[in-house]
């Protein structure tokens, strides 16, 4: 079966209209290459996937945004993202922590993509992540894309949510996130357990 190819342009206006050939493409081509980063610097196989399923939410925000343009390579973009994200991660865990990038965005990462179901299973998470979204509510959907999509800082979000301080903010967004990932994983074992 062939596998199609996509400009970054493309990807970017596939995410803005949710078009699902693009969605499972993204998951396709670009995890290897983030699993990589997240395995080679400490990381589980868990926590690559949560790492990028996190990129992809920040991608997808960003598309959302008629004014965004790319201001690089689409996977260079993915990579900065993901290796920013994991380095907070690293930080919060470790203290001060130096990746090992001998596999960039452009290392060899074709030994990874052979894995159709794992690959198949993520398509639909993304289906499954945007609906959670959608089932957030406030203030957490605001909050969660101040941070990852807007960038503003913890003491930024506390002033503008009204919380006393930047540790307070931080706590919400864990709340949040927690919120979002039992939003997200009921949805789906209802959907795969119907039963239960």
Not at 38 to 65: C, M, P, R, W
């Given at each position: 079966m062939a596998t199609l190819v996509?400009?970054?342009?493309?990807?970017?206006?596939?995410?803005?209209?949710?078009?699902?050939?693009?969605?499972?493409?993204v998951y396709k081509?670009?995890?290897?290459?983030?699993?990589?980063?997240?395995?080679?610097?400490?990381?589980?196989?868990?926590e690559?996937?949560?790492?990028?399923?996190?990129t992809v939410l920040v991608l997808y925000h960003h598309a959302q945004q008629q004014q965004f343009t790319l201001s690089?390579?689409?996977?260079?973009?993915?990579y900065s993202v993901a290796r920013r994200l994991w380095l907070k991660q690293l930080h919060k865990k470790h203290g001060l922590y130096k990746l090992d990038e001998r596999f960039t965005e452009d290392g060899d990462v074709a030994d990874t993509a052979s894995d159709v179901e794992v690959y198949q299973q993520r398509d639909q998470n993304i289906s499954r992540m945007k609906?959670?979204?959608?089932?957030?509510?406030?203030?957490?959907?605001?909050l969660l894309e101040d941070f990852y999509t807007r960038h503003l800082s913890m003491d930024e979000i506390a002033d503008k949510f009204g919380y006393t301080n930047a540790d307070?903010?931080?706590?919400?967004?864990y709340k949040c996130?927690?919120?979002?990932?039992?939003?997200?994983?009921i949805d789906k074992e209802g959907r795969t357990h119907e039963e239960h």
């Amino acid at each position: 079966m062939a596998t199609l190819v996509f400009t970054d342009k493309e990807y970017i206006e596939g995410l803005r209209h949710n078009n699902d050939a693009i969605i499972r493409s993204v998951y396709k081509k670009f995890y290897p290459v983030i699993a990589r980063l997240v395995l080679n610097n400490s990381g589980t196989e868990q926590e690559a996937k949560d790492i990028f399923q996190e990129t992809v939410l920040v991608l997808y925000h960003h598309a959302q945004q008629q004014q965004f343009t790319l201001s690089c390579a689409l996977q260079t973009y993915l990579y900065s993202v993901a290796r920013r994200l994991w380095l907070k991660q690293l930080h919060k865990k470790h203290g001060l922590y130096k990746l090992d990038e001998r596999f960039t965005e452009d290392g060899d990462v074709a030994d990874t993509a052979s894995d159709v179901e794992v690959y198949q299973q993520r398509d639909q998470n993304i289906s499954r992540m945007k609906e959670s979204i959608g089932q957030l509510g406030e203030p957490c959907k605001t909050l969660l894309e101040d941070f990852y999509t807007r960038h503003l800082s913890m003491d930024e979000i506390a002033d503008k949510f009204g919380y006393t301080n930047a540790d307070n903010a931080k706590n919400q967004k864990y709340k949040c996130l927690q919120r979002l990932k039992k939003i997200f994983f009921i949805d789906k074992e209802g959907r795969t357990h119907e039963e239960h």
